[in-house]
């Protein structure tokens, strides 16, 4: 378990990514796992030894969550680095973007967009480098039209300070359909007077 919290050298990582200006290209076991590709079982071992690993972020500002888009992680492993720290979907690295802008880019299933967005909803809202939103970057890369709408609806409500009747009710329909109660919910909270 101890060999869990220490850093070592591994080739597969980019020069400029390390845990230390001090040592390149080194990085905790559970990032190696990540960009392996390895299960959620092992995922979940290595952070149970060491959980510290997965708030680390390497020297362009990635975390553990971001490495999970970039090296095509499991969504299930993407879910879980989400669940177990949720300040890395607020996170945004020197070298890319908030967690959902990755997600977006890497055209990653509804399950992924709805689990960050339960945790920041105004991401959706984020532009990257100010350039780019999640849902311009979604439209570029051909995602679900469930995706598409759930960022458009998602954005409206974190933007939009009153929301008519008509646009509220569409909003809270389409989440019900997704089954995601917490979008629900969101909607409720930020415009009560539909209700």
């Known amino acids: 378990p101890e060999a869990a919290g220490r850093a070592y050298a591994f080739k597969k990582l980019r020069c400029f990514d390390s845990v230390s200006y ?24 290595l952070y149970e030894c060491y959980p510290s ?43 890319w973007c908030t967690a959902l802008h990755c997600a977006c880019w890497y055209k990653e299933p509804l399950k992924v967009i709805l689990t960050l967005l339960e ?10 480098t100010g350039k780019s939103t999640p849902l311009e970057i979604a439209k570029s890369q051909n995602v679900s039209e469930d995706v598409l709408n759930l960022l458009s609806r998602v954005s409206q409500l974190c933007k939009t300070e009153e929301l008519d009747r008509d646009t509220a ?16 919910v ?8 539909v209700s």
């Open 22 to 45: 001090c040592e390149p290209k080194h990085c905790y076991p559970l990032h190696q796992a990540i960009m392996l590709g390895a299960s959620l079982a092992v995922v979940d071992a």
């Open 53 to 95: 690993a997965i708030k680390a972020k390497l020297n362009s500002g990635t975390t553990a969550l971001h490495l999970s888009f970039r090296y095509s992680s499991s969504t299930k492993v993407k879910c879980y680095l989400a669940e177990k720290w949720p300040f890395a979907v607020r996170g945004q690295s020197t070298s």
């Open 119 to 128: 945790k920041w909803p105004e991401a959706s809202t984020k532009q990257y």
């Open 169 to 184: 009710m569409h909003t809270i329909q389409f989440f019900l359909r997704l089954k995601w109660w917490k979008g629900v």
């Open 186 to 193: 969101l909607t409720l909270d930020r415009h009560p007077t």
